[in-house]
C-alpha cells in the first residue's frame, strides 16, 4: 500500500519569512497525484495545490509552491512571504491513477506563524 | 454553491446506541469517500464508493456501515458506537475520471463524534 510520511509534526517561521514543509511518499504506480491540504482551526480541509506526478514543471500558487523530485519520491511544499492566516495543519496527500482511487494522507504538520 | 454538506457536526452519544452521519453533495460526482482523523494518524479512509450500489472498505472499516442509493448521498453508520470511535470524520467526493478536477477532493466541514 502506498504511504505518505510527513517527518516534521511541528515547523513555525516569522511572519513574511519563507517555510518549506517536507512530505515523502512510497509507491511503485508511475500516474498519480500529490496534494497539500490545508486545515486551519476551523477544521475545513482546503485544498492549497495539486501536482500531476506526469509533469515535470512544479506546480505554484501564488504564495505556494512545491518541488516535486519524482525518483526521490519527494514533495516539499513551500511557503513564500508567510502570513499569520498561513498557520494551520498541513496535510500532504497521494492519490493513485484508477483501481480503488483512494486518497492516502501523511499525519500532519502544524505550522504556527510568528508575528 | 458547490459544497459537501454532512450533519451533524458535533454529536455526544453513548456507547451502543446507533447513529447516522449524514452527507450530501451537489456537484454530480461518482466517487464519495469518508474518512476519520486522529492525533498523530492524519486522515485514514473508512468506506468508499465509486458510484450508486458500489461500496467498498477502507483502511478501518470496523464498526462502521455505509450505503449508496442515491448518488449525492452517502451516510455514514455505526451500528453500535464504542468510545473509541470517537473521532473527526470527514465526507469527501470527487469526479471519477477525467476533467477539471479530477482526483481532487472536496470535503464536508467534518463531523465531531464523542462516544461516551
Known amino acids: 500500500a502506498q504511504t505518505v510520511t510527513q517527518s516534521q509534526p511541528e515547523m513555525s517561521v516569522q511572519e513574511a519569512e519563507t517555510v518549506t514543509l517536507s512530505c515523502t511518499y512510497d509507491?511503485?504506480?508511475?500516474?498519480?497525484?500529490l496534494f497539500w491540504y490545508k486545515q486551519p482551526p476551523s477544521r475545513q480541509m482546503i485544498l492549497v495545490i495539486r501536482?500531476?506526478?506526469?509533469?515535470?514543471q512544479n506546480a505554484t500558487e501564488n504564495r505556494f509552491s512545491v518541488n516535486f523530485q519524482k525518483a526521490a519520491k519527494s514533495f516539499s511544499l513551500k511557503i513564500s512571504d508567510s502570513q499569520l492566516g498561513d498557520a494551520a495543519m498541513y496535510f500532504c496527500?497521494?492519490?493513485?491513477?484508477?483501481?480503488?482511487?483512494?486518497?492516502?494522507f501523511g499525519a500532519g504538520t502544524r505550522l504556527t506563524v510568528k508575528p | 454553491e458547490a459544497q459537501v454538506t454532512q450533519n451533524p457536526r458535533y454529536l455526544i452519544t453513548v456507547t451502543g446506541k446507533k447513529l447516522t452521519v449524514t452527507c450530501s453533495q451537489n456537484?454530480?460526482?461518482?466517487?464519495m469517500s469518508w474518512y476519520r482523523q486522529d492525533p498523530g494518524l492524519g486522515l485514514r479512509q473508512i468506506y468508499y464508493?465509486?458510484?450508486?450500489?458500489?461500496?467498498d472498505k477502507g483502511d478501518v472499516p470496523e464498526g462502521y456501515k455505509v450505503s449508496r442509493k442515491e448518488k449525492r448521498n452517502f451516510p455514514l453508520i455505526l451500528e453500535s458506537p464504542s468510545p473509541n470511535q470517537t473521532s473527526l470524520y470527514f465526507c469527501?467526493?470527487?469526479?471519477?475520471?477525467?476533467?477539471?478536477?479530477?482526483?481532487?477532493?472536496?470535503f464536508g466541514a467534518g463531523s465531531r463524534l464523542t462516544v461516551l
Open positions: 464508493s465509486m458510484n450508486v450500489e458500489v461500496t
Open positions: 469527501a467526493s470527487s469526479p471519477w475520471r477525467g476533467g477539471i478536477g479530477a482526483n481532487v477532493l472536496t
Open positions: 501536482q500531476e506526478a506526469y509533469k515535470q
Open positions: 496527500a497521494y492519490r493513485r491513477e484508477g483501481g480503488n482511487n483512494d486518497m492516502r
Open positions: 509507491t511503485s504506480e508511475s500516474d498519480y497525484y
Open positions: 456537484m454530480n460526482h461518482e466517487y
